[in-house]
């Protein structure tokens, strides 16, 4: 590993959060060795609105694994467990609403992290803590700041296997499609891409913040976070566009093209030294306060990264309609363009827009195998591990740091100020097109110019303009009972 990403003890220590271990497991536990024929004992913290979300579906695929046993199942939504407990009736289960006690149970070797974000790191490092292997979801992080801590604990403890889940990367094709890149058959790379197209609707609006559903533990739930009243109508899943416990589209289906973006122009080991956004939330007034129409542009070297998301449909605020780009894909996709042509998911064309080449994908249908092989083996590679995990949830971060510290502008301000960029002018123009095709008056239409942010890769702060209110969003603050504990 590049001595750019050693943990520095000076620090972290430097941190105003050094010392506020909260979780009081001992840091000496150590990781049972697992057999080839054991069975490796899974605990699940986080199964979803009605056992439906990841985190249930993480259930059902490794339970069904041959040598791996669902032993415990965490939530803190007493339905959620409810649900469980009728689908795996006759299984031995033991089931939570606290995690921190899931986590005292000796007899688990592993745990799959599927909480809403904000708790994605906290509770990763408490697992580490109690001597247990982890795979934890997209995005590992809800700030760069708690993404350091998790690779700082991930290298204290070499003994466990700490996995994201971004399962494009045990996908086969986007190997093969690096080799064809490298072969130059459609020249040099010019620009990664990583699409969002997804639509998202609106969340609506409470009219005033709402107490949590009496079945959750609502203390558990918020966790790092103050226990405000609910400000949205539904408790679970719509976290996601709240700036306190989500990241928008760009930090929840985004790592996992961002991801991939990165991979395809070499897996920089370092955020790149800038970064800025244009967004806003558009075509309906609710409760979310992220963007739900978002582009980002990330000044890797010699190869930038843009990243764009699309929440509302392909036109007329029609939401049974997508959004689509090349040759008629949509959704989440990623595209590298090169000088020659280009690779869209699967398939490589030529600047005419005709296949040249294919690659069998199947959407990382086989990462859950990785980790089951890692915990055998005892072996990860970097392209599974935290630092890769932290690195591509940085991005979404870096992303909506500088959304959230710009300022409404006109398209004509826009247009002047990142006219000297091509590749980012001609995304704002085609979101721009996406808004007038959904409807939206052009003379409406005021997107949030994010500020441009300098960023340095080593300390991993921002410099420069907006420094300040920027570092304040990386580093949030931290409830009492559930701050992060240093390496």
């Not at 220590?13 to 054991?38: K, V």
């Not at 005033?208 to 109508?233: H, I, Q, S």
Request: positive net charge.
């Amino acid at each position: 590993m590049s001595t750019l990403f050693l943990p520095s003890r000076r620090r972290f220590l430097a941190s105003g959060l050094a010392g506020a271990a909260s979780i009081a497991f001992s840091s000496h536990l150590h990781a049972r060795s697992i057999g080839a024929n054991e069975d490796i004992r899974f605990g699940f913290i986080g199964v979803g609105e009605n056992g439906k979300g990841r985190g249930g579906g993480h259930v059902g695929g490794f339970g069904k694994k041959k040598g791996c046993r669902v032993v415990a199942i965490c939530d803190v939504d007493t339905v959620n467990l409810d649900i469980m407990k009728a689908r795996l009736q006759g299984q031995a289960v033991e089931y939570y609403q606290d995690y921190r006690k899931m986590l005292e149970n000796k007899d688990i070797d592993a745990v799959v992290i599927s909480t809403p974000n904000h708790t994605h790191t906290l509770i990763a490092i408490a697992a580490m803590q109690a001597g247990k292997h982890v795979y934890v979801e997209k995005p590992v992080s809800h700030n760069l700041w708690e993404g350091r801590r998790l690779v700082e604990h991930a290298a204290r403890h070499p003994e466990l296997i700490v996995q994201h889940g971004m399962q494009r990367r045990s996908e086969q094709a986007w190997l093969e499609i690096q080799d064809f890149i490298k072969t130059g058959a459609i020249g040099k790379a010019v620009v990664s891409r990583g699409l969002c197209y997804k639509p998202r609707p609106s969340i609506g609006q409470v009219g005033a913040p709402v107490a949590a559903p009496t079945t959750v533990d609502y203390n558990l739930w918020a966790g790092t976070r103050p226990m405000d009243p609910v400000p949205r109508k539904r408790f679970h899943y719509d976290w996601h566009w709240q700036w306190p416990y989500g990241n928008g589209d760009i930090g929840n289906q985004g790592p996992h093209q961002l991801d991939v973006a990165r991979w395809l122009i070499g897996d920089p080991m370092a955020c790149p030294e800038s970064v800025v956004s244009i967004g806003g939330r558009f075509g309906y007034e609710d409760d979310g306060t992220t963007a739900n129409t978002q582009i980002a542009f990330f000044d890797f070297k010699p190869v930038p990264v843009v990243f764009e998301v699309r929440g509302l449909p392909g036109k007329d605020m029609d939401f049974r309609g997508r959004p689509t780009i090349y040759k008629n894909l949509g959704g989440a996709i990623n595209i590298i363009e090169c000088e020659g042509g280009y690779v869209a998911e699967g398939r490589a064309y030529d600047k005419e827009g005709k296949t040249i080449a294919k690659f069998e994908k199947d959407d990382g249908a086989k990462h859950q195998d990785s980790f089951v092989a890692a915990l055998r083996s005892g072996k990860l590679a970097v392209t599974h591990n935290a630092l890769t995990g932290h690195l591509s949830a940085a991005l979404a971060h870096m992303a909506n740091h500088s959304h959230r510290t710009g300022a409404v502008s006109s398209i004509d301000e826009i247009k002047a100020k990142i006219g000297g960029n091509p590749l980012f002018a001609g995304t704002f123009d085609r979101m721009i097109t996406h808004l007038t095709d959904n409807k939206l008056e052009l003379a409406s239409i005021k997107p949030v110019l994010g500020s441009s942010l300098t960023f340095d890769p080593v300390k991993e702060v921002y410099t420069g303009p907006h420094a300040e209110a920027a570092n304040a969003l990386n580093m949030e603050a931290y409830r009492d009972g559930f701050t992060l504990p240093v390496a």
